[in-house]
């Protein structure tokens, strides 16, 4: 017997309830936004904000703050310490500078406070990571890139694929990053607030040119980025590179789930008369059923035991990515189809899906 999680002919009201997800949507947004700018804001991890990152282990467990007063000294400012896996042996230490550039020096200055303080019990360097203040703006300008130009090559594809406009699209993307290279060759703006004016016209470009499908699959990933960084702000969790990973990982995913969506709508459109476009659309989610929650409760369950399983290496890793799946799958059901309804309607889409038919050189007898 086949395994059915979701019986054929389900007709589950999606699009009916669409201004209950925009509300939810709304709400999560404002939480991140609030955790972000008015909480304890986004914590840059080594990777990012430079400094030195050390792992000890002690033979014994340490107390937190008997540990943080032990290296309180004017040659290691900035000290910060996280328990690291379980038993209270082993920490992570963080420093947001050092007054010499040399690691040896570093680390037997903290081998010196910790013997000095901790006398009987053993302790040893299991690693050391150095990254200078360059290093990490280079790293977070690149990542932050990295993020906009995959959102503009999906915003390409969907529009190719879904609409027929692929020279529309191909220019569009070669505008922007032309733009966008220019202006960060003369740095009028940083790279943040460069990415974000660039994403900004994304979105009207899409708007003015009717790539609806690109406009509804960009704004879902935008959703998608920013409540799970917000989830991020709230938790305290370090933004570091395995977290930027994450995130273009649930790019991916988000975007893999929402064109599986938009497929089934075009077919249907092909196929099906005589019903609205929110009744198309609450029928191709329900078909698509299915595979969403297969897809999503394996890719959900393995990022949840490496959260539980992985360790503190890959933490932010894998909580980010069980964050982004759920949140990806939302709004692959909720969102990105939804908003198809917001942009156009039935006749505008059946229309996008027709190609012009070329005739072939003496096809009817005349070259």
């Given amino acids: 017997m086949a395994l059915v999680l979701v019986?054929?002919?389900?007709k589950i009201d999606f699009a009916g309830k669409r201004y209950l997800a925009y509300g939810l949507s709304i709400a999560l947004l404002l939480l991140g936004l609030g955790?972000?700018?008015?909480?304890?804001?986004?914590?840059?991890?080594?990777?990012f904000a430079?400094?030195?990152?050390?792992?000890i282990h002690f033979a014994q467990p340490v107390d937190d703050e008997a540990l943080k007063a032990s290296l309180d000294v004017p040659a290691l400012p900035g000290?910060?310490?996280?328990?690291?896996?379980?038993?209270?042996?082993?920490?992570?230490?963080?420093?947001?500078?050092?007054?010499?550039?040399?690691?040896s020096v570093l680390?037997?200055?903290?081998?010196?406070?910790?013997?000095?303080?901790?006398?009987n019990n053993a302790c040893s360097i299991e690693r050391m990571e150095v990254v200078g203040p360059k290093v990490g703006s280079d790293l977070a300008n690149k990542a932050l890139s990295a993020l906009y130009y995959a959102i503009l090559l999906i915003a390409v594809y969907i529009s190719g694929r879904f609409e027929q406009r692929w020279m529309a699209a191909a220019a569009m993307a070669a505008v922007l990053w032309g733009c966008m290279y220019a202006l960060s060759s003369i740095a009028v703006l940083s790279i943040g607030w460069l990415v974000l004016l660039?994403?900004?016209?994304?979105?009207?470009i899409c708007f003015v040119l009717h790539l609806n499908f690109a406009l509804g699959a960009i704004i879902a990933l935008i959703h998608d980025v920013s409540i799970t960084t917000g989830f991020l702000a709230i938790s305290g969790i370090d933004i570091d590179l395995n977290v930027i990973a994450a995130l273009l990982t649930i790019i991916?995913?988000?975007?893999?789930?929402?064109?599986?969506?938009?497929?089934?709508?075009?077919?249907n459109l092909r196929t099906i008369k005589d019903v609205t476009l929110e009744q198309l659309i609450n029928l191709s989610v329900n078909q698509t059923l299915s595979r969403t929650v297969l897809t999503s409760g394996t890719t959900i369950m393995a990022a949840l035991a490496l959260?539980?399983?992985?360790?503190?290496?890959?933490?932010?890793?894998?909580l980010t990515m069980l964050i982004g799946v759920i949140i990806g799958t939302y709004s692959s059901i909720y969102i990105s189809s939804s908003l198809l309804l917001a942009f156009g309607n039935r006749e505008y889409y059946v229309a996008s899906q027709k190609r012009e038919v070329y005739e072939k050189p003496g096809e009817h007898g005349i070259v």
């Fill in 7 to 10: 019986k054929p002919g389900t």
């Fill in 198 to 204: 660039a994403l900004l016209i994304t979105l009207v």
């Fill in 79 to 103: 000290i910060s310490t996280q328990r690291f896996g379980e038993g209270g042996s082993d920490y992570l230490l963080r420093f947001s500078k050092t007054q010499d550039g040399d690691a």
């Fill in 35 to 47: 955790a972000s700018f008015f909480g304890s804001g986004f914590k840059l991890g080594i990777d």
């Fill in 252 to 267: 991916g995913y988000s975007l893999n789930d929402t064109i599986i969506i938009y497929d089934r709508i075009r077919e």
């Fill in 107 to 119: 680390r037997t200055q903290v081998m010196q406070q910790l013997q000095q303080h901790f006398p």
């Fill in 307 to 318: 959260f539980i399983l992985g360790g503190g290496v890959i933490h932010s890793f894998a």
């Fill in 50 to 55: 430079g400094g030195v990152i050390m792992q």
